[in-house]
């Protein structure tokens, strides 16, 4: 019977799948719980390229078969993906953070 891995093992090994599929950790942050592991974020590689749908795929079965009995959630920027989908959100047009101004904030459609 394997032993269940701790909190700080488990986060560990996200963050080993994460660079062994080129995610560039400045941008994307990681949550390992007991039953999930949650990104958030804006998902792109570490040379600044986008993701593509089988390369998400590709990282979620990853991380699967290193932590299995974890669900894998990606609420991102620009992916949303889970074990039963993953969706294409749009690409943002700068990485650096932006401060959202007063004014603006909503689109008038009058």
Same mark, same amino acid.
């Given at each position: 019977?394997? #032993?269940? &891995?701790?909190? &700080?093992? *488990?986060? =560990? %090994?996200? @963050?080993?799948?994460?660079? @062994? ?6 941008? *994307?942050? $990681? !949550?390992c719980? /007991? $039953?999930?592991? @949650?990104?958030?974020?804006?998902? *792109? ?8 749908? /089988?390369? !998400?795929?590709?990282?979620m079965?990853?991380f699967i078969? #290193? ?14 993906? /889970? &074990?039963?989908? !993953?969706?294409?959100?749009?690409? =943002? =047009?700068?990485?650096?953070? /932006?401060?959202?101004?007063? %004014? ?7």
């Open positions: 019977m394997k #032993k269940s &891995l701790s909190r &700080l093992e *488990c986060s =560990k %090994e996200v @963050r080993r799948g994460l660079n @062994r599929h080129g995610v560039d950790l400045s941008y *994307c942050q $990681y !949550i719980t /007991s $039953y999930e592991i @949650r990104l958030t974020g804006f998902l *792109c590689k570490t040379d600044g390229s986008e993701f593509n749908a /089988s390369q !998400i795929e590709a990282l079965n990853d078969r #290193k932590l299995p009995g974890r669900l894998v959630n990606g609420d991102m920027d620009n992916w949303k993906f /889970s &074990l039963e989908h !993953i969706m294409y959100l749009g690409e =943002k =047009k700068t990485l650096s953070p /932006s401060v959202p101004s007063e %004014e603006n904030d909503y689109e008038d459609v009058g």
